[in-house]
């Protein structure tokens, strides 16, 4: 007994790698014949290549179902292939016929289980049933159904307030079951709806809203076919959203410039090799991007603000020729502003802060001016930063100065990288819904929701480190790994007397956990969902706003799997009872179209959601600035004149952004090699200019300590391995989850409050 009290508790970082780490060889070209060869081999492993090939092709068609990886939308006319590497190991990691089941989590303690990498505990299989960790344990057990709900309704109507609890929503959850969690949720008595999207795009939603009105992108899938220039800025859709770069690629072929703003070269960018063609898979790989802009890190603002110059100077020689006067009389407010602020800013203060000549921005904002149709696309490269709202807002003044907003071909294209994000937020899982929103839900279902703001992700950490917060719930996702500031989230967590995931599964979230865990394995996106003797179907939204339908054609892993919308129904009732009188939690449970009628009744733009989630390809939501109708306080597009970022490093220190492998999707590490970087069998890597290592004495291969420096003091990072790569001067780069540790808790993103996950201070030294 007393070495159990004194044991280690679980770890909430993975273990070290670095002595398997090689550098190899790096791709050069996305997709092509590894990427055929990756998926064949993930599928041996985990469903047997001949049934993982029949799930794969029900992936993304209109009757099967949905990916559960990324949020790029599928053509209207869809090929019998619609998915792609990564996809692939996401379907076939949920279709997987492994099972961690009870024999499992007898035989391995807690302990045990979190000494295992990332990759391992994924390995395990499909969770088959649920499993609580009691107090002062040290292994999960078995809990059937009534029991689980019991004890967290039991805790929930213990707390002095609903706001002692946090619920937190990962983008894999379906519009169906996040608006049944977001109305259990507020019918209880809280706004605390943190979500995943608060550590993604939060800073897009913020900076669009405030320029454009619409806190959403505005292309369509069909603007990238006359698009004639394409931005993509800090954003590697070869691993985030491969899928894209059959869109970029045929951008490409038919002439459109391509420009890659981005401290890395990533290869997705540079060229792809479609693994659906013969000729491409003999090496035919087509180029991407014709010009490659490699910022320094946070570099973006100073880049498009040196574009924006060269633009107006162009404008100054030539009025009328490069600003939409037209456009911006009638549409927008701001423009006289940015104009003499733009003027008035130094090329070398520009060039210092992005990190690129000023030719490179010249050369940019003639790429800008003779296309008549112009898309930007971005991702966390932007969104991740102290300043991340200003990149967004940066991005709209580019946009607006040519008009290039509600027109064919143009727009802004905010990238979601977790395949029902946006629709989650959309159906009412945020910690700061508008008022008429909640007005309409409570005028629909009969009861009164708190209008007092929830808290969001990093709050909610927060509050259960301090103490105001004492139950955490999460509907999916891997949030003690999604989260900066590791160690201090793992704290958070387990100050709480009560945390509960609901999960397909196993994952690091679940063995660092409260005085009391629960474990409930939920339907995945593939299998098929039937209530009260009736199939269902749930829908999800994409990045560009189409909602459709999403029916899984799988048996369920186990007979004792619930779907995500019969768990909340479950706890609701066990918890409210039958308040509010007018919410049949049951009788919701039982037919997905209920919900649906009630999503109808209270989401802008769902009226006739019943029938419209049954059209094939579904239906596409209205987006205001498309029409060029400004949802913003003055009825204009606005301009905002944002300063350059500092960062001041110190002598020695470096800035670090955190970045996804190959071989990985969100927190989910399905290997150890990422090939498109020539990195292999480790993930404890710091990608590092050569110039930067030499000067402080480091070779390929040597092993050091990553320390990170802010106001409330440091954090390390042991044993990673130095890899000199080409990116620039004064900047590294580190996959996550594994640096999330060296990510402050309290640095975050200005008005987004997104963890600035890609600006973070850094020194490199030998590890000792």
Request: aromatic residues 6%.
């Given at each position: 007994m007393d070495d159990e009290r004194h044991a280690p508790l679980p770890s909430a970082q993975p273990p070290h790698d670095t002595e398997e780490l090689l550098r190899v060889p790096a791709s050069t070209a996305a997709g092509g014949i590894g990427s055929l060869v990756a998926t064949l081999r993930y599928a041996r492993a985990q469903t047997g290549v001949v049934r993982g090939a029949r799930i794969l092709l029900r992936t993304n068609q209109t009757t099967g179902f949905d990916?559960?990886?990324?949020?790029?939308?599928?053509?209207?006319?869809?090929?019998?292939?619609?998915?792609?590497?990564?996809?692939?190991?996401?379907?076939?990691?949920?279709?997987?016929t492994r099972r961690a089941d009870v024999d499992l989590f007898a035989r391995s303690s807690v302990a045990e289980l979190a000494a295992h990498g990332d990759t391992w505990c994924n390995d395990q299989g499909r969770l088959v049933r649920?499993?609580?960790?009691?107090?002062?344990?040290?292994?999960?057990?078995?809990?059937?159904?009534?029991d689980a709900f019991a004890l967290v309704a039991r805790e929930l109507r213990g707390l002095t307030t609903p706001d002692e609890a946090v619920f937190y929503t990962s983008g894999r959850t379906s519009n169906e079951a996040a608006f049944l969690y977001q109305l259990f949720v507020r019918a209880l008595g809280t706004n605390n709806l943190p979500d995943c999207s608060n550590m993604?795009?939060?800073?897009?939603?913020?900076?669009?809203?405030?320029?454009?009105?619409?806190?959403?992108?505005?292309?369509?899938?069909?603007?990238?076919?006359?698009?004639?220039?394409?931005?993509?800025?800090?954003?590697?859709?070869?691993?985030?959203?491969?899928?894209?770069?059959?869109?970029?690629?045929?951008?490409?072929?038919?002439?459109?410039?391509?420009?890659?703003?981005?401290?890395?070269?990533?290869?997705?960018?540079?060229?792809?090799?479609?693994?659906?063609?013969?000729?491409?898979?003999?090496?035919?790989?087509t180029p991407i991007a014709r010009m490659h802009v490699p910022v320094r890190i946070n570099g973006d603002v100073a880049f498009f603000q040196g574009v924006i110059k060269a633009m107006l100077e162009e404008e100054d020689r030539a009025p009328g020729r490069v600003v939409d006067r037209a456009f911006v009389e009638e549409h927008t407010e701001g423009y006289g502003e940015l104009a003499r602020a733009m003027r008035e800013r130094a090329w070398t203060d520009l060039e210092v802060s992005s990190g690129v000549r000023e030719e490179a921005m010249r050369a940019a904002a003639r790429v800008a001016i003779e296309s008549r149709a112009t898309i930007v696309t971005w991702a966390m490269g932007l969104t991740q930063h102290v300043n991340a709202v200003d990149n967004v807002r940066t991005i709209a003044a580019f946009l607006l100065l040519r008009g290039r907003l509600g027109k064919p071909g143009a727009g802004a294209c905010p990238v979601r990288g977790h395949s029902n994000v946006q629709g989650d937020r959309t159906m009412g899982i945020w910690e700061k819904m508008p008022d008429a929103w909640l007005t309409r839900l409570g005028r629909e279902l009969g009861f009164e929701p708190p209008r007092a703001h929830g808290l969001d992700t990093v709050e909610s950490i927060h509050a259960m480190l301090d103490g105001r917060a004492k139950i955490f719930f999460a509907m999916g996702g891997n949030f003690l790994s999604a989260a900066p500031d590791t160690e201090r989230t793992a704290e958070a967590l387990r100050r709480c007397r009560l945390t509960v995931h609901v999960s397909t599964k196993l994952h690091r979230g679940h063995?660092?956990?409260?005085?009391?865990?629960?474990?409930?394995?939920?339907?995945?996106?593939?299998?098929?969902?039937?209530?009260?003797?009736?199939?269902?179907?749930?829908?999800?939204?994409?990045?560009?706003?189409?909602?459709?339908?999403?029916?899984?054609?799988?048996?369920?892993?186990?007979?004792?799997?619930?779907?995500?919308?019969?768990?909340?129904?479950?706890?609701?009732?066990?918890?409210?009872?039958?308040?509010?009188?007018?919410?049949?939690?049951?009788?919701?449970?039982?037919?997905?179209?209920?919900?649906?009628?009630?999503?109808?009744?209270?989401?802008?733009?769902?009226?006739?959601?019943?029938?419209?989630?049954?059209?094939?390809?579904?239906?596409?939501?209205?987006?205001?600035?498309?029409?060029?109708?400004?949802?913003?306080?003055?009825?204009?597009?606005?301009?905002?004149?944002?300063?350059?970022?500092?960062?001041?490093?110190?002598?020695?220190?470096?800035?670090?952004?955190?970045?996804?492998?190959?071989?990985?999707?969100?927190?989910?590490?399905?290997?150890?090699?990422?090939?498109?970087?020539?990195?292999?069998?480790?993930r404890r890597v710091v990608l590092m200019n050569a110039d930067d290592a030499r000067e402080r004495g480091?070779?390929?291969?040597?092993?050091?300590?990553?320390?990170?420096?802010?106001?409330?003091?440091?954090?390390?990072?042991?044993?990673?391995?130095?890899?000199?790569?080409?990116?620039?001067?004064?900047?590294?780069?580190?996959?996550?989850?594994?640096?999330?540790?060296?990510?402050?808790?309290?640095?975050?993103?200005?008005?987004?409050?997104?963890?600035?996950?890609k600006s973070v201070v850094v020194t490199v030294t030998r590890a000792v």
């Open positions: 990916c559960p990886g990324c949020a790029w939308p599928e053509p209207a006319d869809r090929d019998t292939i619609e998915f792609c590497e990564n996809g692939a190991k996401a379907v076939l990691s949920e279709a997987t649920p499993m609580v960790l009691r107090p002062g344990a040290t292994h999960y057990e078995p809990i059937d159904w009534d993604c795009h939060e800073s897009s939603g913020a900076g669009l809203q405030e320029t454009i009105g619409v806190g959403k992108g505005t292309v369509h899938l069909e603007d990238f076919d006359v698009a004639d220039a394409i931005f993509v800025v800090g954003q590697n859709p070869g691993t985030n959203h491969p899928r894209m770069l059959t869109t970029l690629e045929a951008a490409a072929k038919r002439g459109a410039t391509i420009v890659s703003v981005n401290p890395l070269a990533e290869v997705g960018t540079m060229r792809f090799a479609h693994p659906q063609n013969p000729v491409a898979l003999l090496g035919d790989a063995l660092v956990t409260g005085t009391t865990a629960l474990i409930l394995p939920c339907l995945g996106r593939t299998e098929v969902d039937v209530q009260a003797g009736a199939p269902q179907f749930v829908t999800v939204e994409d990045s560009m706003g189409i909602v459709h339908a999403s029916r899984g054609s799988l048996p369920p892993a186990s007979e004792h799997l619930l779907s995500e919308t019969r768990i909340v129904a479950r706890l609701a009732r066990a918890t409210l009872g039958d308040r509010p009188p007018r919410i049949d939690w049951d009788g919701l449970a039982d037919d997905y179209d209920r919900i649906r009628a009630h999503i109808a009744n209270v989401v802008p733009d769902c009226e006739g959601y019943v029938e419209k989630v049954r059209e094939p390809s579904g239906f596409r939501l209205y987006n205001p600035a498309r029409e060029r109708v400004w949802d913003t306080a003055t009825g204009k597009a606005r301009f905002v004149v944002c300063a350059l970022p500092r960062h001041d490093l110190r002598p020695g220190q470096l800035l670090m952004m955190t970045v996804r492998s190959h071989d990985q999707y969100n927190t989910t590490v399905y290997g150890p090699d990422d090939r498109y970087r020539g990195v292999r069998g480790g480091f070779r390929g291969g040597d092993v050091v300590d990553v320390t990170s420096h802010f106001a409330d003091g440091e954090r390390c990072a042991k044993r990673f391995v130095v890899a000199p790569y080409a990116i620039p001067r004064g900047c590294c780069a580190t996959y996550f989850p594994e640096a999330n540790v060296l990510v402050p808790l309290g640095a975050v993103a200005r008005t987004s409050n997104t963890p600035a996950s």
